[in-house]
């Protein structure tokens, strides 16, 4: 297993640590001989051995040959080659990713701070951590980063418009220009001069690395991408996948050795939870950098698991597939389960307050102890104590579960993080605290997901029902300890509570909090005080009520805003900055009183802007419309406007498929010939324009979702707001 250390001197060293995998297969007489034969002619030495392991939630072991693999690099053609000559025998321990697996078995983590012996000749006689994945108070580690990204205004350099080159590195920034061969010899220059650690793109998977690959191999120029002089770079091939209920896309990846390559267009949790997140995950998921990068949030609670389960000496089955498509807790409940959420009481309230279960699914899982193996155990199937309420399941009083052993320290550390976060001090230590937080937030989310996702290693439908029942009983618990105090409950969602009661103070909703966790037994807090929200009516029925749309003021003035369009990416500029502008004079507020005499002020906003657009200033950034594409673009049957914008860019020859994200103005939504109606943002030229009414019909939407509570009209709002 090649190493990559930096030592207390700055040397960067790529040491060897001679690390045998092993495997495990269970298999009669007949088969064993069959593999026995296989491996003596493997090229590398193998050692084997009979040995007895459980499986998880097996009450005996069962007897399986263990296989150890002298050339890690072996290991997995090795395997492979085992599982199609022998069909029969049941494998174990054979698809979990070799660095995890040296992580698990060496007690390391990515970035870890630890103390290695080394021969001469670089290998590792000994390595040990000098701290643990759980501490919070770890430094960023001394790594150097170099930046590299694409000089071009295209919203995706996939789509068209090539240019240069810019690195910044140590705040300086450098252009890149001249000829292909010029550009790759200043960037090969600067690799070998700064040798930086991680080399950080915008676009570096999809674009920037592949286009200068091929600009080297043209030119038969080598290219220092790479530290490690042995390796190549490593590519993956770009695919589509299902998560969290949507089609997302995968650029590809490329992956460099000895030097960590990450881009910021190629990764949810850089995105979601920056570099300390990201690094935050990796430490405590004992998964790579760059593919921690790069995969779901699911593969780092899935690792997690995976540790839990190799620490204890469990075989881990062999998984045709890694399991992808999940969704978190709110969609499920959402979409499966739409009897959990207490729908809203339409319309603008005041002195509001939200309460919050911290973590209540995952929470649940430690506190009744739920995982797979726990479910309906034979041990405790007559103790009233461990039925779950309302279905006819019970979870082990007896022995703790796998997933609640590997979630409670997670949750612990999120909760010491916070706490961290409450006492910090200085903006940018909290802003590191908080990103390291949500990392842990992200992890816990998927927990559920991964529970009742039948593919998963740790999953199992009937531990998913019973974490549902489970928080169905304490929302209702939750809303029968505040009703009887006299407060009214007006919406509540998964883990989110919201109660009114005349004249009742932060002490109060406080006390409420707290008299709801002794109950319950699980944390409940005060999210926050509202001077007013407002839940917000459905767009196709205004006295239907949506869960989860709603904006509120709170009382220390920031306001929390879901489901509009301003927290929708597919919405234009224009529409979420007017949609801001009349949110900004609505927070003018703070009665409901209040909220009314501003309508007048709002109205005036809109006009504006409706005067904006039929004079024809908006610009291109301001009316882009950014979609998804939900499926291969060859695979749509309907003209809708982004595909008949996708349909532009493969004309020109750009790759597209689904789950990558495009740009387009409405030009002439009723245009006959289909092709008028829409244009790609990333091919417009001088001979554009839009479709005002088509955008007057947002901006109109946008405006009345808010105004619509508040006795405006669809006739009134336009009659009012038309003045041009
Ligand atoms: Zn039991």
Not at 162 to 183: I, N, Q
Not at 621 to 649: D, F, G, V, W
Not at 696 to 713: F, H, I, N
Request: proline share 6%; charged share 25%.
């Amino acid at each position: 297993m090649v190493v990559w250390l930096v030592g207390e001197d700055g040397r960067r060293i790529r040491a060897i640590d001679p690390f045998v995998p092993t495997c495990y297969l269970a298999a009669p007489p007949s088969i064993r001989e069959h593999v026995f034969r296989l491996l003596r002619r493997a090229s590398c030495r193998i050692s084997t051995r009979e040995v007895e392991r459980y499986e998880l939630g097996a009450p005996c072991p069962i007897s399986v040959l263990e296989v150890s693999v002298h050339a890690p690099a072996q290991f997995s053609s090795l395997t492979q080659h085992l599982i199609r000559a022998c069909p029969d025998a049941q494998f174990f321990h054979v698809d979990v990713s070799l660095p995890q697996r040296y992580f698990y078995d060496r007690e390391l983590f990515p970035l870890v701070h630890c103390e290695a012996d080394l021969t001469a000749e670089g290998r590792i006689q000994s390595i040990q951590a000098l701290e643990s994945p759980w501490d919070t108070d770890y430094g960023f580690p001394p790594l150097t980063i170099m930046e590299l990204s694409p000089d071009s205004p295209s919203p995706n350099p996939n789509h068209g418009g090539h240019g240069s080159f810019v690195v910044r590195m140590d705040g300086e920034e450098r252009l890149l220009e001249g000829d292909d061969a010029d550009v790759i010899q200043r960037l090969n220059q600067l690799l070998v001069r700064q040798d930086p650690d991680i080399l950080l793109t915008d676009w570096g998977d999809s674009y920037l690395l592949p286009r200068l690959m091929i600009m080297a191999d043209q030119l038969r120029m080598p290219l220092e991408l790479n530290r490690d002089p042995h390796r190549s770079i490593g590519t993956r091939k770009p695919r589509s996948y299902f998560s969290y209920g949507r089609i997302l896309s995968h650029a590809g990846a490329r992956i460099l050795s000895g030097r960590l390559h990450l881009d910021r267009h190629n990764s949810f949790a850089l995105a979601e939870t920056g570099l300390a997140g990201l690094i935050e995950q990796a430490r405590i998921a004992k998964v790579d950098l760059q593919q921690m990068a790069r995969t779901t949030t699911g593969t780092g609670i899935t690792s997690m698991q995976l540790e839990t389960a190799c620490r204890d000496g469990l075989l881990i089955p062999y998984r045709k597939q890694e399991p992808e498509a999940f969704k978190s807790a709110r969609e499920l409940l959402q979409t499966d389960q739409g009897g959990l959420v207490f729908a809203p009481i339409v319309g603008y309230h005041e002195q509001v307050g939200e309460l919050d279960f911290s973590s209540m699914y995952p929470s649940i899982m430690v506190r009744f102890n739920i995982s797979p193996e726990t479910i309906n155990c034979p041990c405790c199937r007559d103790e009233p104590a461990a039925r779950v309420p309302e279905i006819g399941h019970h979870t082990c009083r007896h022995r703790q579960g796998l997933v609640p052993r590997t979630l409670a320290p997670l949750l612990d550390k999120r909760v010491r993080y916070k706490r961290l976060m409450a006492a910090a001090t200085q903006p940018a230590a909290r802003a590191v605290l908080d990103q390291r937080q949500t990392a842990l937030k992200w992890l816990l989310v998927v927990s559920f997901g991964y529970l009742g996702y039948k593919n998963a290693r740790f999953g199992r439908i009937e531990a998913h029902e019973s974490v549902t029942a489970y928080s169905r009983d304490l929302l209702l618990q939750a809303k029968e300890v505040a009703e009887r105090q006299g407060y009214r409950m007006l919406h509540a969602i998964v883990d989110s509570l919201w109660f009114v009661k005349p004249g009742a103070v932060r002490a109060d909703y406080n006390r409420l909090a707290q008299e709801i966790t002794e109950r319950t037994g699980l944390s409940i807090g005060l999210e926050g005080l509202y001077h007013w929200i407002g839940f917000l009516p459905s767009r196709v029925n205004p006295l239907m009520p949506v869960p989860n749309q709603f904006v509120g003021l709170f009382d220390h003035g920031a306001m929390k805003i879901r489901g509009i369009e301003i927290r929708r990416s597919d919405a234009p500029f224009l529409v979420k900055r007017a949609q801001a502008e009349v949110l900004r004079c609505l927070s003018q507020a703070r009665m409901l009183a209040e909220l009314r005499e501003q309508i007048p002020q709002a109205l005036e906003i809109v006009r504006i802007y409706r005067r904006y657009l039929h004079d024809g200033h908006a610009t291109v950034e301001e009316l882009a419309i950014t979609k998804s594409l939900s499926k291969e673009p060859q695979a749509y049957r309907h003209q809708t406007l982004s595909m008949i914008a996708a349909q532009e860019l493969l004309a020109r020859g750009v790759s597209l498929q689904a789950g990558d994200t495009i740009h387009y103005i409405i030009t002439d939504a009723d245009a006959a010939y289909l092709p008028d109606r829409a244009r790609a943002v990333a091919g417009l030229d001088g001979t554009w324009s839009y479709d005002v009414s088509a955008y007057d019909s947002l901006l109109l939407k946008a405006a009345l979702v808010l105004l619509t509570p508040l006795g405006v009209t669809a006739t009134s709002l336009n009659e009012s707001t038309a003045g041009c």
